[in-house]
């Protein structure tokens, strides 16, 4: 038995063999990033016929994938802002987690979108021919330039390690990378807005697609990703908690996050419900009532909205969070929260396909009869996004047992929360 430090306040006993849960947890996502690697080969030597993907449906699992990942990583420049640039202080315990999680999500965007361009060789090409009337181009820049920014708070968490205490002047570099993070939340803030807004105003220049064309969809992807990616934070360090029998953060600043997190969900509804009434009920624009109609009668498209989106990424969450006793239950806690993060996956997907499988009205084939165009996941699609999702798990597994990703927490007593 070897004495292992857990924070600076205490020292416990822990033994260096790894359970036989944690290590069977290891090798199950190993097979998941091997079964996403066979994908990836299978993508690169035969290119994009492999997938399900089409003329008609060009983004699918992968794009919803990619954005999914991006805005439940929107917790890093949320809390970023907070801390150091509002300096509210008290949500700094969860600075850190924010920002790994943030870097996480944005690799495994990166990994999807390299094999969705069908050509990952030439990803460089929007650095070098500029195309400035494209969204696409705008947000293939705030990418990487807020990758960049992310790779950057994430090395002072990185060097601040014990891979590193042997080289005590790598610490010092971390610390000094550090001072730097209130310029670093500002460029990390501007990016993230301008990259979130962007990814929603892809679909809503897209006039030609009546149920797309909105322009409430830039600030919709910018509320949901606030309230997907704060979520996600407070769930995966609630998860942690209790996994490792440590106190990461307060209760006063667990509920205090959980009610930020329904005020901003409210705020998304609110706006999601106008916009709704807007398109669909008081008004009967033919192209969006026609696209409206053909969704309804041969897709879930509808009854995903109303029943995840709504009512079990919505309604239930929000009262969960805004209701004190509701809050304080950690199990009801990390349902809604849950939740939450589900419905940003599921309203991802059903943007990306909902203006897709209902082509437009001069679309070829619509005066043959065409409803809808069909889109179906291929296997080798399957597969690769059970690599990225193995990838991000692992690496929030490993940071969090290798990192100081929470370096104030505390062995809980027994009688603790």
């Known amino acids: 038995m070897a004495a292992t430090q857990i924070s600076p306040q205490l020292t416990v006993k822990q033994s260096h063999r790894p359970s036989l849960t944690y290590s069977l947890w290891i090798i199950s996502l190993g097979a998941m990033i091997l079964i996403g690697l066979f994908g990836t080969f299978r993508v690169i030597l035969n290119g994009l016929q492999v997938t399900g993907l089409n003329d008609r449906v060009p983004w699918g699992l992968w794009i919803t994938q990619d954005l999914s990942s991006i805005g439940l990583g929107a917790g890093a420049f949320t809390f970023s802002a907070i801390v150091y640039l509002f300096r509210v202080k008290r949500f700094e315990p969860l600075a ?38 494209s969204v696409l181009w705008e947000i293939t820049w705030c990418v990487i330039l807020y990758s960049t920014v992310l790779a950057l708070e994430f090395v002072p968490i990185l060097f601040d390690s014990r891979l590193f205490r042997r080289w005590p002047w790598v610490s010092r570099m971390g610390h ?14 501007a990016l993230s807005m301008l990259h979130q ?56 600043l667990k509920y205090e996050v959980a009610r930020f997190a329904g005020f901003t969900l409210l ?24 696209a409206l109609a053909r969704l309804q009668a041969t897709t879930p498209y509808t009854q995903t909205f109303w029943w995840i989106e709504i009512v079990l990424g919505g309604v239930v969450p929000a009262v969960i969070l805004l209701y004190p006793p509701l809050r304080r239950n950690d199990r009801v806690l990390m349902v809604a929260l849950g939740l939450i993060v589900a419905a940003v996956v599921i309203n991802r997907w059903n943007v990306t396909l909902s203006g897709l499988v209902v082509p437009p009205d001069w679309s070829p084939g ?21 690599g990225i999702l193995g990838y991000g798990l692992l690496a929030f597994t490993l940071g969090v047992k290798y990192l100081p990703i929470y370096p104030h927490g505390q062995v809980k007593s027994e009688t603790g929360d």
């Open 197 to 252: 807004s962007s990814l929603g105003a892809t679909y809503g220049v897209l006039s030609g697609r009546a149920i797309w064309f909105k322009p409430s969809m830039p600030v919709m992807f910018i509320l949901s990703a606030i309230a997907g990616g704060v979520s996600l934070t407070l769930l995966v360090t609630i998860i942690t908690s209790k996994l490792t029998h440590r106190q990461l953060i307060s209760n006063d």
């Open 267 to 290: 705020a998304y509804m609110y706006l999601k419900l106008w916009d709704w009434a807007a398109t669909s009920y008081y008004s009967h624009a033919p192209g969006t009532a026609s």
């Open 366 to 386: 619509i005066l043959g009869g065409l409803v809808t165009a069909s889109y179906i996941p291929s296997l080798t699609e399957v597969a690769v996004s059970i």
């Open 176 to 189: 000094i990378l550090h001072k730097a993070a209130p310029v670093m939340a500002a460029f990390g803030v």
């Open 96 to 133: 850190r987690i924010a920002v790994f999680v943030g870097f996480i999500g944005y690799t495994s965007a990166m990994i999807a979108l390299a094999l969705d361009i069908g050509r990952p060789d030439r990803f460089w090409h929007p650095l070098v021919y500029w195309n400035v009337h």
